[in-house]
């Protein structure tokens, strides 16, 4: 085995063959010739990838593993750890897109030769990019003139483990280029690593670079692996600063290889070891870290960036946003997500005050649950300016609630947010609101409210507070719309009610099984999972949309693109997750889906077995029970286990037809709640806010129109 040979799990051996754990357990037992483990654990081996690799094509188990895949094992099993080897692919990359030339020669080495100018050439491109051995990039914003650049080279001895991954990754840029290359790998490694890093999804993102730009120069003091950096368009001077040194190494590379801006990053706590105290940016994005305690509040009690009042030690969120304000020019914007108790929390009730007198704090923006970590809340975002000398501060704060935006409240929840039409909202407030300090209110979404009504004794900035919901559009009309809609579904679901039950005869028990797994080796069906593709493409069939019976909602992530599993008619999905008993037949409208991550897609061949049949036995409680896993906090199921009778396909189809009609009724049943939650608030709302009378009973409660 070559001496830095990546390694692989067998989960991942799994998901290169298209199969689950247990075949490949059930391969280590029956093939002498399998490969023996080379790490790892007695529970838990690692094997090579390349012998692993070998021995799945020798038994036609694999036609071949993509660059992408291969590159990636590379870099998972680096004997040095994926972040470290991330940083070798960062600078190894910058190297041969900065001097593509001298990347092409020494490419042409062997190993043995490689490593000393390779190093060489990564040490003089990062004091070309980052700043170093006297020169740096761009002018004195950009940092201290011969200070040493932050991204540090590994050397000839460091690199030395990682050439099969360079050239791996060399080539992939050859497809993709270098920042795609590098985006995919550092993607995946967040993807792998979920619990590791708090991040800021894009459609934040991108909102708040739309808030506080244009920009020449931005700061991010809490930059995690530059997302928000990223998402600001234009600038020409980068400055990021966080506590990980290595986000922060990973900053500056992904940073340097997307453009040509000047850039610095450096590795410490923004707030006790300000990195940019002489820095005066154009736009600061932060979204630090919430609830605290232990951020220096005794010994910054006397630190300048206190200019609206000390911060209680209870309130870290406020000391960011302080500092943010200090590193900001006379007149530049800083927007910063923040969670929702720090508009209303009263320990910071004075600085929050002080931040409106003086016309510091522009806007409030409530986003919907769901939008970034942690994402069981509804953030905020906040929109501050650095107040100019000559100005008295502002007479008027603009509020905005996007969970009063149409779409939101039935759409909402993780990466189903319809950020197209959040931004748009919060954007056509806060450009005439910027441009005359004041705006016209759209009720239950954005209205600018004088500074004097929220000095009280709370000072309470949530959005909510001021903007009451909006009556329903449409008034009593569009609530009698709704009831004659619950009517007809509720006629509708009576016709559809299951007859009576008919006991069946003994013979049942005496069935011929068959497993799933067994009927996809026979080539009855075909097994795809979800959760592959990414970059633009088809909207995705979510977990979400499959237990609510909805329509296909997600998107897919962003990313170089990847191919992802599209659903056709007639497909089964089922979920893996929670130990439910869903299965949906996909029909014409929802057919052309990608398939998306805790998924999994049944394809039947329809010679040989009808979907609803399929589905209908695939929803038994006992046989979900006998094929869910309950190793964890989390019941999985192993759809491979899963057990249907061996019938002929006339009769499949005749169970099939009942399966169906169950789920018609089921659909009825469902919209038939959804309706009558709707009417019911609808009435509660128009009661409670005088649109609606309430009658005196005679005509059965439901009132006259007002």
């Avoid at 030769?113 to 003089?124: C, I, K, S, W």
């Avoid at 409106?356 to 769901?370: E, F, K, M, S, T």
């Amino acid at each position: 085995m070559p001496e830095h040979a990546a390694e692989v799990t067998a989960a991942t051996i799994a998901r290169l063959a298209g199969v689950g754990r247990a075949a490949v357990s059930n391969w280590r037992r029956r093939h002498a010739d399998f490969p023996k483990p080379v790490g790892g654990t007695e529970t838990s081996p690692s094997f090579a990838l390349h012998e692993v690799e070998q021995w799945l094509h020798a038994q036609g188990k694999l036609a071949e593993v993509s660059l992408r895949e291969r590159v990636w094992q590379q870099l998972s099993g680096h004997p040095a750890g994926a972040v470290t080897a991330l940083v070798h692919v960062g600078c190894a990359l910058l190297a041969a897109q900065q001097h593509p030339h001298r990347w092409r020669e020494l490419a042409a080495l062997d190993d043995a030769a490689l490593a000393a100018p390779l190093a060489e050439l990564v040490e003089r491109v990062l004091g070309e990019r980052f700043g170093g051995r006297g020169e740096r990039s761009g002018g004195a914003e950009s940092g201290r003139a011969g200070q040493s650049h932050f991204v540090h080279g590994p050397g000839a001895a460091g690199l030395a483990d990682s050439l099969p991954l360079l050239r791996g990754a060399a080539e992939l840029a050859d497809e993709d280029g270098a920042q795609a290359a590098f985006e995919f790998l550092l993607g995946r490694h967040l993807d792998a690593n979920p619990r590791q890093y708090t991040l800021t999804p894009p459609g934040p993102a991108t909102l708040m670079a739309a808030l506080a730009g244009p920009a020449a120069s931005v700061l991010d003091p809490a930059c995690g692996t530059g997302t928000l950096l990223s998402a600001l368009r234009g600038a020409t001077a980068l400055h990021g600063q966080d506590a990980d040194p290595d986000l922060a190494a990973l900053t500056g590379l992904r940073l340097a290889l997307a453009g040509s801006a000047a850039i610095r990053t450096e590795a410490a706590d923004s707030l006790r070891a300000d990195a940019f105290g002489d820095l005066a940016a154009d736009a600061v994005l932060c979204h630090p870290p919430f609830n605290e305690r232990a951020w220096g509040h005794d010994e910054l009690a006397y630190d300048p960036r206190w200019e609206y009042g000390l911060p209680a030690r209870t309130e870290s969120e406020l000391a960011w946003v302080q500092h943010a304000l200090a590193r900001l020019r006379e007149g530049g914007t800083a927007v910063l997500l923040m969670p929702p108790a720090a508009a209303s929390r009263r320990s910071g009730r004075r600085i929050r005050a002080d931040l409106l007198r003086r016309g510091a704090l522009r806007a409030v923006v409530a986003l919907p649950a769901g939008a970034a970590p942690p994402y069981g809340i509804p953030l905020h975002l906040w929109v501050l300016r650095k107040p100019d000398a000559a100005l008295r501060g502002a007479p008027e704060l603009l509020l905005v609630d996007t969970a009063g935006i149409e779409g939101v409240a039935v759409d909402g929840g993780r990466d189903r947010l319809p950020w197209d039409a959040l931004r748009s909202a919060v954007l056509d407030a806060w450009a005439p609101f910027d441009r005359d300090g004041t705006v016209t209110e759209r009720p239950g979404v954005s209205r600018s409210v004088p500074v004097i009504e929220l000095l009280d004794d709370d000072v309470d900035l949530a959005p909510a507070r001021h903007l009451p919901p909006p009556a329903a559009e449409g008034g009593t009309a569009a609530l009698d719309d709704v009831r004659e809609r619950l009517a007809a579904t509720l006629r509708r679901t009576a016709e559809l009610t299951p007859p009576p039950a008919v006991p069946a005869t003994g013979e049942g028990a005496r069935r011929q099984l068959a497993t799933v797994g067994e009927l996809a080796r026979a080539g009855a069906l075909v097994l795809r999972s979800g959760g592959a593709g990414t970059g633009p493409g088809p909207v995705v069939l979510t977990e979400h949309d499959v237990l609510a019976g909805a329509a296909p909602s997600g998107t897919l992530p962003e990313g170089p693109a990847e191919e992802p599993v599209l659903t056709r008619a007639g497909d089964v999905v089922v979920p893996v997750l929670g130990g439910g008993t869903v299965a949906r037949v996909v029909d014409e409208a929802g057919a052309g889906a990608a398939l998306g991550r805790n998924l999994q897609l049944l394809r039947p061949d329809p010679g040989a077995l009808d979907p609803w049949f399929l589905a209908g036995y695939l929803r038994g409680t006992a046989n979900n029970r006998q094929a869910s896993s309950h190793a964890t906090t989390a019941s999985r199921l192993d759809v491979r286990r899963l057990q249907l009778p061996r019938l002929p396909l006339a009769e499949q189809r005749r169970y099939g037809r009942r399966f169906r009609e169950l789920a018609a009724f089921e659909d009825a049943l469902r919209l038939a709640g959804r309706l009558g939650e709707q009417l019911v608030q609808g009435l509660h709302d128009g009661l409670t806010d005088g649109t609606v009378d309430p009658g005196d009973g005679a005509d059965g409660g439901r009132g006259r129109r007002g």
